[in-house]
C-alpha cells in the first residue's frame, strides 16, 4: 500500500502567510482632486470650460470627465494633455490641487 499524501494546511496556521503577503503588497496611489480645463473642441464636447475631477494619474482624470461626458471620448483619444502648464502622458501622476488641461489638436498654422 502506498503512503498517503500529507493532507493540505488550514486553520489558524495558515493566516499568517496570508497576511505577510498583504504587507508586501505595493501600496495604492493616492487620489487628487485637480482641476480639468477644455480647449476648443474639448469644451464643446465636454459641455464646460473647466471642472473638479479626481484621479491618481492624468489617465484617470481624464477617463473620470469621460465617464461623465461621453462626447469627449473621441477628442480626448487624440488630444494632447498638460499638467500645470507642462506636455505630459496619460501615466503621469497628479498632484492635490493641480490643472490638467485637454488640449485638442489645433489646425491652421
Known amino acids: 500500500m502506498a503512503p498517503s499524501a500529507p493532507a493540505p494546511r488550514t ?47 492624468v489617465g484617470e482624470v481624464v477617463d473620470a470627465a469621460v465617464a461623465a461626458h461621453p462626447e469627449l471620448a473621441r477628442v480626448a483619444a487624440v488630444a494632447s494633455f498638460l499638467l500645470d502648464g507642462r506636455a505630459v502622458g496619460r501615466e503621469e501622476p497628479v498632484p492635490d490641487g493641480g490643472t490638467v488641461e485637454v488640449l485638442p489638436p489645433f489646425a491652421g498654422g
Open 11 to 57: 486553520g489558524p496556521s495558515a493566516a499568517p502567510a496570508l497576511a505577510a503577503a498583504a504587507d508586501t503588497a505595493a501600496p495604492a496611489t493616492p487620489t487628487a482632486t485637480v482641476t480639468v480645463r477644455y480647449w476648443a473642441a474639448a469644451r464643446a464636447a465636454a459641455g464646460t470650460d473647466s471642472e473638479t475631477r479626481t484621479g491618481a494619474s
